[in-house]
C-alpha cells in the first residue's frame, strides 16, 4: 500500500528504531510509548487488520506472537509480564491500517485497558 505508514518504514522510507527483522517480520519502538517497553511487530506483508488475513496464511499470526514472546524473553518482561494488544478496526482504536501487534511490559498493566 503506497500510502501506508508502516509500509514506508518497512521499505526504510521513514526511520524507525528497530529491534528485530526477519524475512517476515519488522519489530520496532514504538514512537509514542505507552509503558517503558512499547514495541510494536508487523508484518513484512500488509493486510489491512485482523479480519483482513486469509485462513491460508494464519501463520503470520502465529509468527507475530512467538516473536513477541522471544522479544519479551530478551527484554526481560517476559517472567514478570507483558501485554500483547492487537486493535482490530476503528472502534477498537486501530490508527494505523496495517496489522501489528503492540508489546508492552516493564511496569504493573491495569484492568480494565480502554
Same mark, same amino acid.
Given at each position: 500500500?503506497?500510502?501506508?505508514?508502516?509500509?514506508?518504514?518497512? /521499505?526504510? !522510507?521513514?526511520? $524507525? +528504531?528497530?529491534?528485530?527483522?526477519?524475512?517476515? #517480520?519488522?519489530?520496532?519502538?514504538? %514512537?509514542?510509548?505507552?509503558?517503558?517497553?512499547?514495541?510494536?511487530?508487523?508484518?513484512?506483508?500488509?493486510?489491512?487488520?485482523?479480519?483482513?488475513?486469509?485462513?491460508? /496464511?494464519? !501463520?503470520?499470526? $502465529? +509468527?507475530?506472537?512467538?516473536?513477541?514472546?522471544? #522479544?519479551?524473553?530478551?527484554?526481560? %518482561?517476559?517472567?514478570?509480564?507483558?501485554?500483547?494488544?492487537?486493535?482490530?478496526?476503528?472502534?477498537?482504536?486501530?490508527?494505523?491500517?496495517?496489522?501489528?501487534?503492540?508489546?508492552?511490559?516493564?511496569?504493573?498493566?491495569?484492568?480494565?485497558?480502554?
Amino acid at each position: 500500500m503506497e500510502n501506508c505508514i508502516f509500509c514506508k518504514i518497512i /521499505k526504510r !522510507e521513514i526511520p $524507525s +528504531d528497530f529491534v528485530f527483522e526477519d524475512e517476515n #517480520i519488522i519489530a520496532f519502538n514504538d %514512537i509514542n510509548p505507552q509503558a517503558p517497553i512499547h514495541i510494536l511487530l508487523i508484518p513484512k506483508k500488509h493486510f489491512a487488520s485482523l479480519n483482513d488475513i486469509p485462513e491460508e /496464511k494464519k !501463520e503470520v499470526l $502465529s +509468527d507475530l506472537l512467538l516473536k513477541a514472546r522471544q #522479544i519479551a524473553k530478551e527484554k526481560g %518482561i517476559a517472567r514478570t509480564g507483558y501485554r500483547l494488544v492487537l486493535n482490530t478496526a476503528k472502534d477498537s482504536g486501530q490508527e494505523v491500517f496495517h496489522i501489528h501487534l503492540h508489546l508492552l511490559g516493564g511496569r504493573r498493566m491495569s484492568w480494565p485497558p480502554g
